[in-house]
């Protein structure tokens, strides 16, 4: 009697929390699925499935794979600071060899989007879709890939994202001395070419030039990791870049509807350039930044900024208690692409393919990372063939047992 009397007032202080027991179930179950079907050549990519869902005819969606598995990457970071799992931290290494070997097939340092084997039986595939990015040829260990180019500002936010949380999350020297040798490689990389990502042959594919609060992030990340060989370098472009930040954000923010990833990328750039930010007059432009930031996406149903907002900030019951909402919603969507028409459903306003308020979570168009999307887009999704990864429930579930806000 008395070991089901505890039980049951575990039960009942787990309900109050605000998540069932489930919720660790499903997140575990999500970062086996990506181990399983998601990590093919070391870095994520999503599997095409025939309809009964029995094995994997394809891989897509590799242009974002850098990108991914840099979210990926602090996801696991997290979980192994929460639970000491040996299974988190060989996903975190992993990630990081995944995210090392993007640097190393391009034979200069440059960030691949992604890369796989010439011979997989998915190469054509793959390189078809992304042709427009420009595929490149390179061998590693005797053995040929294939990798695509034209590398974006995303693709370096999302892998320095996870870097600097890894660094903090998981006390091990290797994976530390790891995490700071990559980002060293892929920082100076930048550097030595004046912030333009520059392809094979000359052509670049970006540039940070415009992005002063991009430059500090990989700066900031860059000397919390490295700072004999970045310190410096990141005071010295404090001191003339800060008080700049606030503008490409704010012209980001003046839409709140249009091209929303650029929020997510906001949001992932801010995180590491405050909280590695000591106090003075370079945090505050930093801060009025994210301001700027959080007047635009507040109100917008989303858990991943929910946290990050949390990390920076501290405890808001009421924001806290919506993003125990949001995670128990994500829960109830498909985890195939499956097409969604809401229109008719909810009012639209602007133009017939958005809502005049946010739609539910669990309603939400399907897409690969929920929280990057727009909350007020009324369609979209695929054939229900591409299994999403999962990654936006795994990252803010564990980001959110991390900083208490789900027990």
């Known amino acids: 009697m008395k070991g089901r009397a505890s039980l049951s007032v575990c039960g009942i202080a787990l309900a109050l929390c605000g998540l069932a027991p489930a919720a660790e179930s499903d997140a ?24 009964d869902g029995s094995q994997v005819v394809s891989y897509t969606r590799c242009g974002d794979s850098a990108v991914w598995t840099g979210h990926y990457l602090a996801a696991e970071s997290f979980r192994y600071q929460v639970t000491r799992s ?11 060899a995944g995210l090392r070997f993007l640097a190393d097939v391009t034979g200069s340092g440059l960030l691949a989007r992604c890369a796989f084997p010439a011979d997989s039986p998915y190469a054509q595939a793959m390189a078809g879709e ?8 390179a061998e590693v260990d005797g053995r040929a890939w294939l990798w695509i180019g034209d590398t974006s500002r995303d693709q370096y ?3 320095f994202f996870g870097l600097g949380v890894t660094f903090d999350m998981v006390p091990d020297g290797q994976v530390r001395a790891d995490a700071a040798a990559l980002a060293t490689r892929l920082l100076a990389f930048l550097l030595d070419h004046a912030w333009n990502v520059v392809m094979p042959g000359g052509d670049v594919s970006t540039s940070l030039l415009i992005r002063p609060d991009q430059q500090l992030t990989l700066l900031q990340v860059g000397r919390h990791l490295n700072v004999s060989r970045f310190g410096s370098s990141y005071s010295r472009e404090a001191s003339t870049l800060a008080a700049g930040t606030p503008i490409p954000v704010g012209i980001d923010a003046a839409d709140n509807r249009d091209s929303y990833f650029k929020f997510n990328l906001d949001e992932i750039n801010l995180f590491n350039l405050l909280r590695l930010q000591g106090n003075g007059l370079t945090k505050l432009w930093y801060a009025g930044a994210w301001d700027l930031l959080h007047a635009a996406v507040s109100g917008h149903g989303n858990a991943h900024f929910n946290m990050i907002d949390r990390a920076l900030h501290g405890p808001d019951a009421a924001r806290d208690g919506e ?16 097409y969604v028409d809401l229109r008719g459903r909810f009012p639209a306003c602007g133009s017939p393919d958005q809502a005049c308020q946010p ?5 939400r168009p399907t897409t690969d990372f929920l929280w990057q999307r727009s909350p007020f ?29 789900v027990q």
Request: avoid cysteine; charged fraction near 20%.
């Open 28 to 51: 575990l179950s999500i970062s086996q699925t990506i181990q399983a079907r998601h990590l093919p050549y070391g870095a994520i990519l999503d599997p095409v499935l025939p309809s």
């Open 323 to 338: 993003t125990r909402s949001l995670l128990e919603a994500w829960l109830k969507r498909p985890r195939t692409d499956i």
């Open 86 to 96: 040996a299974d988190a931290l060989d996903n975190v290494r992993r990630a990081l």
């Open 359 to 363: 739609i539910p979570v669990e309603l």
């Open 157 to 159: 936010a999302g892998v």
């Open 130 to 137: 992304e042709s427009s990015h420009g595929v490149y040829t």
């Open 377 to 405: 887009q009324l369609y979209g999704g695929g054939s229900g063939t591409i299994e999403g990864a999962g990654i936006d429930y795994i990252l803010p579930y564990w980001m959110a047992r991390y900083y208490g806000v």
